[in-house]
C-alpha cells in the first residue's frame, strides 16, 4: 500500500442495479433516415426515423430515434437493418450500413467540436475589449 497522499487507488466501477452496463458507448447522431428492418421473427417492415444516437454495446449496435410510424422513442438493431436511405442526401446503403452511421457520428462530432471552438474564440474577442 502506498501512503502517499497525492496516490488515487484506482476503485473498480459498479454499475448501478436496473442501469446499463458501462460497456456501452453512446455517439450523438442527427439525421432523418427510411429503413428497411428485420425484427426478430423475420418480417420486414419500412421506418422513417429522426435519428438521435447510435449505441455500441457487447455484442450489438443500435441506431435509436424518433420512429414516426409508431410515434416515439425506438432503437433499431444494426445489424437488422437491410436497407438505410439517406434523407438528406438520397443515398442508399445496403452494405456497410454500420460502418456509413459511424463515419456520419463522427464526421458530426468533428463539426460540432469546430463548432463550439469557433463558438468560444469570438466570446473570448468580445471579452478582451471589455477587460481594457
Request: glycine share 12%.
Amino acid at each position: 500500500m502506498n501512503d502517499n497522499a497525492f496516490f488515487v487507488q484506482e476503485q473498480p466501477v459498479k454499475s448501478a442495479p436496473g442501469r446499463a452496463s458501462a460497456g456501452w458507448r453512446t455517439l450523438p447522431l442527427e439525421g432523418h433516415f427510411d429503413l428497411v428492418y428485420e425484427d426478430a421473427t423475420g418480417a420486414w417492415s419500412n421506418r422513417s426515423l429522426d435519428a438521435r444516437e447510435l449505441k455500441l454495446g457487447p455484442g450489438r449496435t443500435l441506431l435509436g430515434g424518433i420512429d414516426a410510424r409508431r410515434g416515439g422513442y425506438r432503437g433499431f438493431r444494426v445489424d437488422r437493418i437491410r436497407r438505410l436511405v439517406d434523407g438528406t442526401t438520397g443515398e442508399r446503403i445496403e452494405t456497410g450500413i454500420l460502418d456509413r452511421l459511424l463515419g456520419r457520428a463522427e464526421a458530426q462530432r468533428r463539426a460540432d467540436a469546430l463548432r463550439i471552438r469557433r463558438q468560444a474564440r469570438v466570446r473570448r474577442k468580445a471579452a478582451i475589449p471589455a477587460l481594457a
